[in-house]
């Protein structure tokens, strides 16, 4: 079983900037797709971006709230994915988690909070 844990959330100001890591343990993460989550107060947990197990830039999506803003990254030999937040405006403002994209999810992590406020 492959355990998520999030960190590098906080608070910034509209227009700054954050990168959030996500670490897993277990083998098997490496052989997965993996995406960010977000889930506001109130709202459905969404699927912000995602990359393939490789890595792949060119295999990353984000939905269209986020395009040219968030760039979602890997690097397998040290078991995390980022999320590197540019731009970053007050409906960014939410918990952010890691999980598989498709074909099911593993447990969730606590997430990492990120609020935007000036």
């Known amino acids: 079983q492959v355990q998520l844990v999030e960190s590098g959330g906080g608070l910034v100001q509209p227009g700054g900037s954050l990168t959030l890591s996500c670490t897993a343990s277990g083998r098997a993460w490496r052989f997965y797709a993996m995406g960010w989550y977000r889930q506001g107060v109130g709202n459905q947990r969404e699927l912000v971006a995602s990359i393939d197990s490789a890595g792949s830039t060119t295999s990353a999506n984000y939905v269209d709230s986020v395009k040219g803003r968030f760039t979602i990254s890997r690097d397998n030999a040290k078991s995390t994915v980022y999320l590197q937040m540019n731009n970053l405006k007050p409906e960014d403002t939410a918990v952010y988690y890691c999980?598989?994209?498709?074909?099911?999810?593993?447990?969730w992590g606590q997430g990492t909070q990120v609020t935007v406020s000036s």
């Open positions: 999980n598989r994209p498709v074909g099911g999810s593993w447990d």
